[in-house]
């Protein structure tokens, strides 16, 4: 191996590499232009350590991932070398090995994770047969293997057995990117690459996950290449973070150091961009401007067009890498200034005041009309309708009460099939409850729907009154339509009165209004050409023509970059005030939730199987948590401050029961730490305190109840056969 | 683009100025009409496709009008490229088969929109309804249509055929494909399955527009891609199980010129045992793979005109700006 | 579990529905083909009817058809449909004899033509499909891609024509009619089973290179498809070999749509066999339906319109539960048509 140069940075220097990356690029040749996704890298890693690698997408983190082990996806070219030693001192060139060489190399020495867990095996094989046919691929022994896959899947908190007879539609996501993650370590390889291997999942689940791979690494010794567009995240994760912008490495240093003092403009920007649950939101700022295309880089340091600090050299000239101390480099000229220039906002202040919003429910009192109401309202779902299936109904929504009021903002939050979503649409009259009922301003949305009773409303009325903001942008949208074409349904269906002319000037403002300028250019478009934040707030002026009252914003901002999230609910919050909405926010992110509750003095409500468990102002949910499902939400929160802090999971199990077959008691006696004896046997409800400001769901909440003075449950109790008592 | 800053809310906004119907229209027309065909034609399969189809138009309309009724000559079975005044050569009543072939095509053109428009109409209402609507409406719909599916059509044409004896081609061409839609309508239904789940979909209930409107704006345009291919495939089963049954003689054939009837004419006087005939009975086979590929290719070069990157490219009266986005982003 | 049963009673509806419905065509339409059977009887009898004859008549009537005039609808009705599930299908008009053991005779020759060459034209096309599949891009690929979609617009009775007239009558390779060579025993002996086959080969092929074309067409589509999945990249991350991928991963998972094909497909080439059988003069099921049309048989043609449709009913019943095997995801209900 020869010694290369450092004129990178001693950050680099490392103790013993188990990787070193020497001008490493990938290259797409497209129609027009190379397409430079990976563009000269160089990095050490080091044997045993955990790297976390951290960029937007599109940053070329992925393309990073890949070519460690060689695995561009053709037409894509790996240039450069990728050193790999072994733990007795060879080294080889990952990207000169030959194709049995390299199939050996990868799984037995390198192996990896991806993101898409869900399409990562074989739907028409079981889970034993990934493991059987791996071993065998490799010449290992069967029985010695499978041996150790059990014991890796009982690390990860799996039933082995059950995993392994089930095919992989069978296992739920969470399950199936731990199954993943033993597959990638069944071959004991030195290092594990994963690619983002969380990001399809809760909160709560993510956060297992990570400590469970923390927990695995210790355990099997091995190296783990953490790549992620979650810094928070890697914060209680990595050792080492490396910052990707704009298909290099920016910046590249110890987690402590990177995230106490940053020195790239843009990992600065980063930090300040993200929702974090401690810091003030007033000091949350998003990144103006978009990240470069891979064929037409930014000359000079790639990120001037966005930096705040860019001056003509940083046009001119790229810069190197400079170190700020021996353990942390960075790619910019005017590190030393940055100080100054880009002020860190994120601190963290658990002891601040809110400033509650005027128009709050607190401040506002509980004495008025809500403008919606759900009453003991429930949604029970037959899994399967066939004409002889038995009957297994999901209890999606079991008995939700719950006032919305003018101008008041709510987040739902809770892990996915937690019913939050159909709780949403049941809300918005797009769902019929099997049970309980649903009013607007005090008219049962389903009796005027099917006209019975005296309607005081009429259901068109209340139609136009409840819009709904989805998720995804990208199918929120007709793809067929244009802007325009898209937003003159709602007027034209609503609004007969006004002509052509009159419907092309409103859309127009509209735009305007969100900023999508010049709007004439913005209407004529197709949803392919508009960016996803661009589509979210197509559908948000859709809703908001409509004139509605309440809004259902389901995971509205999730799909969206993290630095676009913020500006996101900035508008929505403005737009609110503008249009005299309420909101209905559903999110799995506590983060999220907080920011656009916390804003608009809203409240929090936690759900869990069908249930909400709490529901509070934003201060007391956040500051003051009382229900253990509510700690754990606010455990797996990412928090950039406590960092190296390695508590346990709080929770017994980590997967969600069945909805079909919820356990008895209290929802959440298999999974919560508190459980006791009385949990599994009876169901707690929720109770105020007094106010409307917080109303929690648990014995233990209740002074003198039974429960203080029942045994605490053992774990892995088959408890879900006890007897239910009311 | 100044706006004034005395709006209250973009919600009162009138129009400032009248925006021209004449440049409106002309932008629908744009959109609709001619960056379609513009796709069209820039493809060499559609160029094929459309050319083709035009073509067999043209010879069923203009070609019959110009020409005149095969009629018997003494010229008996006169191979093909010989005789200027029978191109084509005759038939063993010294009839033309150029004219034959003229003169069968308005038959053939009329019996296979009949069926393929009748098939496409009845999948779509079918297969959107029992999609969109899901639920015991989709089951009971699907197990008919499960049924309808296992019985093997051409028997059941055959049967019918022999029992209703119809000539009119129209009727012809849909009760030779009376049970075809069911499959074409289960194929349709879970494209609108997947469609279904996009959230625009939900997004249009929420605004309270109707099922129909619903179907035919937001779920069908999605499917037209879908609907042209299987469109252009239920014109090309018309022809196929026509073309079969007439050349066997189970449709009655007197009194009706079309291809199948040329070759059953071809084939009862014993063309298979002579090569003078050959032409007889192998041109209107080359008829109907003609057309039959030119449906094809036709169908497969409409899957782009419904791609809205592509439209967006063809259409003229979209900005340079977006035009550029659009490129960039591709 | 559920799903077979769902399956099962699905089958059986079909059946009933199609018995219902050939009683419908005969009975009920005004006009229809006991009317004018009936008419035709009438007709033949020369001089005044006596209820005798009209009795007689409706016996004659009764005994073709399983439906007796003189009853009620309903009790026609009831007794149509039990004799036909009993396996009486009435008596052909033409050959005199009872329409059972007409199609028994003929079932298995249709069942063994069509059946080869469905099997064959699958089996050759899904090999094709892969193969362009694997090579995509390549001239290889273009090339048999243009070919097989050039194909698909041929129809099988152009070619069935073309091979008779050129292979048969013209140049003689090939018999150009007949099941069996003259002269054989049929039974497990060597002329008898070659003869058969030699006079297979020309309708096979003519069902093959028309139909393979569509089957590889799809095949290929599917399999660029599935090889772009996720689980494909980690199969060869994980270092199975190349054939364990193709196989088992590729090839597996691109089969599970072509099973609505074939689905598709077993319909409409028994429905074929009629054509199909007629060129070849093949004495199988199709062309004993052909030969009912031209003799105004009536009974023999609703005869082997059942036994046809039956036949395809049972072979889609058959598919659909092995597919249930090859698919996990269908038992419990999820992804049932995968298009
Ligand atoms: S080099 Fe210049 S443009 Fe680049 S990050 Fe530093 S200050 Fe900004
Ligand atoms: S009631 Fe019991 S099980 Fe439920 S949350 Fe409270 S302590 Fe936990």
Redesign the pocket.
């Known amino acids: 191996m020869k010694e290369r140069l450092h004129d990178k940075s001693n950050a680099q220097q490392t103790q013993d590499p188990i990787y070193q990356v020497r001008n490493v690029s990938v290259a797409f040749d497209m129609d027009r232009g190379t397409s430079r996704v990976l563009d000269d890298i160089d990095l050490d890693i080091e044997r045993g350590e955990i790297l976390g690698v951290v960029g937007e997408s599109g940053s070329g983190k992925s393309m990073f991932a890949d070519s460690l082990l060689n695995a561009v996806v053709s037409p894509g070219q790996l240039g450069g070398e990728v050193i790999y030693n072994t733990e007795d001192g060879q080294s080889v060139d990952v990207t000169e090995l030959t194709d049995e060489e390299l199939r050996k190399f990868r799984w037995q020495e390198a192996s990896m994770v991806f993101q898409g867990a869900q399409d990562s095996f074989n739907p028409t094989r079981k889970i034993r047969t990934h493991f059987v046919e791996t071993l065998d691929a490799h010449d290992a022994d069967i029985e010695d293997g499978m041996d150790r896959a059990r014991e890796l899947l009982s690390d990860l908190y799996l039933e082995p057995d059950q995993v392994l007879n089930s095919y992989p539609h069978e296992l739920s996501g969470g399950m199936k990117q731990r199954t993943l993650i033993a597959l990638s370590m069944l071959l004991d390889p030195e290092v594990i690459v994963m690619d983002e291997p969380t990001a399809a999942l809760d909160l709560l689940m993510q956060q297992s996950i990570v400590r469970l791979i923390r927990e695995i690494k210790g355990k099997y010794d091995v190296t783990i290449i953490f790549i992620t567009h979650d810094l928070p995240l890697l914060a209680e994760l990595a050792d080492r973070l490396a910052v990707m912008y704009a298909f290099e490495f920016v910046e590249i240093g110890l987690t402590d150091g990177i995230l106490e003092e940053p020195s790239h403009p843009y990992t600065r920007a980063l930090l300040n961009s993200t929702p974090n649950i401690f810091a003030p939101v007033e000091d949350m700022t998003a990144i103006e401007g978009s990240a470069p295309d891979p064929v037409n880089v930014p000359t000079g340091c790639s990120y001037h067009p966005r930096c705040p600090m860019a001056t003509d050299a940083c046009v001119e000239s790229d810069p190197g890498y400079y170190e700020t101390n021996a353990n942390h480099g960075v790619k910019c000229h005017y590190w030393e200034d940055v100080d100054n220039a880009i002020p860190l906002q994120v601190t963290a202040d658990e002891t601040r005041q809110v400033d509650v919003p005027a128009y709050g429910p607190v401040a506002m009192g509980t004495d008025r009309t809500p403008v919606l109401t759900l009453d003991d309202a429930e949604v029970h779902f037959e899994s399967s309708q066939g004409l002889f299936a038995e009957p297994d109904a999901v209890r999606a929504v079991d008995g939700i009460s719950l006032d919305i009021y003018e101008n008041e903002v709510i987040a739902l939050i809770g892990e996915s099939g937690c019913g939050k979503t159909t709780l949403g649409k049941t809300a918005i009259g797009l769902q019929r409850p099997t049970g309980g009922s649903v009013s607007f301003r005090g008219q049962d949305i389903w009796d005027a729907k099917d006209g019975h009773g005296d309607v005081e409303i009429p259901h068109e009325a209340i139609r136009q009154s409840l819009q709904i903001i989805h998720q995804d942008p990208g199918s929120a949208i007709n793809p067929n339509r244009t802007v325009r074409h898209t937003l003159e349904l709602p007027l034209k269906h609503y609004n007969d009165e006004l002509d052509m002319g009159d419907r092309q000037a409103r859309i127009l403002g509209m735009l305007e209004t969100v900023g999508m300028t010049p709007p004439e250019d913005y209407a004529d478009r197709y949803p392919h050409q508009l960016s996803g934040g661009e589509k979210q707030r197509v559908t948000l002026i859709r809703a908001l023509l409509m004139e509605p009252d309440l809004i259902l914003a389901d995971e509205a901002i999730s799909a969206l970059d993290v630095s676009l999230r913020v500006e996101m609910m900035d508008l929505m919050l403005d737009l609110q005030e503008i249009f005299d909405t309420a909101f209905l926010f559903i999110s799995h992110d506590f983060s999220n939730a907080r920011y656009i509750t916390e804003k608009s003095g809203g409240r929090i409500g936690v759900m869990y199987l069908g249930e909400i468990v709490e529901i509070g102002t934003v201060d007391e949910i956040i500051n003051n948590p009382k ?3 509510t700690k754990s939400l606010v455990w797996a929160t990412p928090d950039l401050d406590e960092t190296g802090e390695n508590e346990d999971v709080p929770l017994r199990k980590i997967d969600i029961p069945d909805a079909r077959n919820p356990p008895s008691g ?1 929802r ?2 298999t999974r ?1 730490p ?3 004896e009385t ?1 599994a046997r009876k169901k ?1 409800v929720l109770v105020g305190d007094g106010g409307n400001t917080h109303e929690v769901s ?3 909440d209740v002074p003198n109840h039974e ?1 203080w003075d029942s045994p605490e449950l053992m774990n892995d109790e088959p408890s879900d056969e006890t007897p239910t008592e009311k | 683009m100044s706006h004034s800053d005395g709006e209250p809310t973009p919600f009162e906004r009138v129009a400032e100025r009248e925006t021209s119907r004449t440049d409106y229209y002309r932008e629908i027309l744009d959109r609709n009409v001619v960056a379609p065909l513009r796709i069209l034609i820039s493809d060499t399969r559609g160029l094929f496709g459309i050319g083709s189809i035009l073509f067999f138009v043209f010879l069923g309309t203009v070609g019959v009008w110009l020409t005149n009724q095969p009629e018997s000559t003494q010229y008996i079975l006169l191979p093909p490229f010989q005789d200027a005044a029978h191109p084509l050569g005759t038939g063993r009543y010294g009839n033309d088969v150029l004219l034959q072939l003229i003169h069968s095509t308005p038959f053939m053109l009329q019996m296979i929109a009949g069926g393929a428009v009748y098939n496409i109409t009845m999948a779509v209402i079918v297969g959107t309804f029992a999609g969109y609507k899901g639920g015991r409406i989709d089951e009971f719909l699907m197990t008919i249509v499960d049924m309808i599916i296992a019985v093997p059509a051409l028997p059941l044409v055959i049967v019918l055929a022999v029992i209703f004896e119809p000539t009119n081609p129209i009727v012809v061409g849909i009760v030779i494909t009376l049970p075809s839609w069911a499959g074409l309508s289960r194929a349709l239904r879970s494209e609108v399955l997947s469609v279904r789940t996009h959230s625009y979909i939900e997004a249009s209930r929420t605004m309270g527009l109707p099922t129909a409107s619903i179907l035919r704006h937001e779920i069908i345009p999605n499917l037209m891609p879908y609907i042209m291919i299987n469109f252009v495939n239920a014109a090309r089963r018309v022809i196929f199980a026509s073309v079969g049954l007439y050349f066997l003689g189970v449709l009655p054939t007197s009194g009706i010129m079309n291809w199948g009837v040329i070759m059953n004419t071809a084939y009862e006087t014993g063309s298979l045992y002579t090569l003078d005939t050959a032409h007889w009975i192998i041109l209107p086979m080359i008829m109907v793979v003609w057309l039959s590929y030119g449906l094809i290719m036709f169908g497969q070069a409409a899957d782009k005109v419904y791609n809205p990157r592509l439209r967006a490219r063809h259409a003229t009266t979209m900005t340079q700006e977006t035009a550029r986005t659009e490129e960039a982003e591709s | 579990m559920n799903w077979y049963i769902r399956r099962t009673l699905q089958a059986l509806l079909t059946v009933y529905g199609v018995i219902t419905f050939t009683f419908v065509l005969i009975r009920i339409m005004p006009g229809g083909p006991m009317e004018s059977m009936r008419a035709q009887l009438i007709q033949q009898h020369q001089g005044s009817l006596t209820t005798e004859d009209m009795e007689r008549i409706n016996r004659i009537v009764e005994t073709r058809v399983n439906i007796d005039p003189d009853q009620p609808l309903y009790t026609q009705y009831v007794d149509y449909v039990s004799s036909v599930l009993t396996g009486d299908l009435g008596q052909s008009t033409w050959h005199q004899a009872p329409v059972m053991d007409l199609l028994i005779e003929r079932l298995p020759w249709t069942i063994f033509l069509m059946g080869s060459s469905i099997t064959l034209s699958f089996a050759l096309g899904i090999t094709l499909g892969a193969i362009m599949a694997y090579k995509e891009g390549t001239i290889l690929d273009v090339g048999l891609s243009s070919y097989s979609t050039f194909m698909t617009s041929v129809p099988y009775y152009v070619v069935a024509v073309l091979l008779v007239y050129f292979l048969g009558y013209q140049w003689d390779y090939f018999p150009i009619q007949g099941r069996m060579a003259p002269q054989t025993t049929p039974g497990l002996n060597y002329p008898f089973l070659a003869g058969v086959a030699y006079h297979l080969v020309l309708p096979v092929i003519s069902v093959v290179i028309t139909g393979m074309g569509g089957r590889a067409l799809a095949m290929r589509g599917n399999s660029v498809r599935v090889m772009g999945d996720d689980f494909i990249r980690v199969a060869r991350l994980r270092g199975l070999k190349p054939r364990t991928i193709a196989i088992q991963y590729v090839g597996r998972n691109a089969l599970l749509p072509m099973y609505t094909n074939l689905m598709l497909a077993v319909g409409f080439m028994f429905g074929g066999a009629i054509i199909l059988e007629e060129i070849f003069g093949y004495r199988g099921l199709g062309q004993l339906m052909y030969s009912s049309i031209g003799n105004r048989d009536l009974p023999l043609m609703m005869g082997c319109f059942l036994l046809i449709t039956m036949t395809v009913v049972i072979a889609l019943f058959i598919a659909d539960l092995t597919y249930g095997k090859l698919d996990p995801r269908v038992q419990s209900g999820e992804r049932h048509e995968s298009f």
Do not use: G, K, T, V
Request: one cysteine or more; a positive charge; proline letters at 12%.
């Open positions: 229900h253990p499902y209290c959440f006696h919560c508190e459980a006791r949990c707690p648990c014995f233990r429960y």
